[in-house]
Nanobody
Framework: QVHLVESGGGSVQGGGSLRLSCAVS?????????MAWFRQAPGKEREGVAS???????NYVDSLKGRFTISRDNTKSTLYLQMNELKPEDTATYYC??????????????????WGQGTQVTVSS
């Protein structure tokens, strides 16, 4: 069973930065997984933030390009999300997710097999 644990969330003022981490265990070939970050604000649906495939090719939702950076360290089986210039509207619970699909990687929620428990990010104005 694949297990994902997020960390790094917290409270920050607008304009600040946070770096989220997601430690992955229970999968022999972490480096083959498609990984992604999603977020869910109160009263809203969970939405994709960014994904990164086995070749470390990253894709971002257009509205977050330039502020967020997704990366992975296959030697540590860990996924990261560097978030800069944070805004109050970035306040949400952030989730990492893993998909074992081979020929696809993106931010379609239903295509992910494994999820972490989430980490809260709160940005004040």
């Amino acid at each position: 069973q694949v297990h994902l644990v997020e960390s790094g969330g917290g409270s920050v003022q607008g304009g600040g930065s946070l770096r989220l981490s997601c430690a992955v265990s229970g999968h022999t070939y972490y480096n083959t997984l498609c990984m992604a970050w999603f977020r869910q604000a109160p009263g809203k649906e969970r939405e994709g933030v960014a994904s990164i495939d086995r070749h470390e090719t990253a894709n971002y939702v257009d509205s977050l390009k330039g502020r967020f950076t997704i990366s992975r360290d296959n030697t540590k089986s860990t996924l990261y999300l560097q978030m800069n210039e944070l805004k109050p509207e970035d306040t949400a619970t952030y989730y990492c997710a893993a998909s074992s699909r081979i020929f696809w990687c993106g931010t379609v929620r239903d295509r992910y097999d494994f999820w972490g428990q989430g980490t809260q990010v709160t940005v004040s104005s």
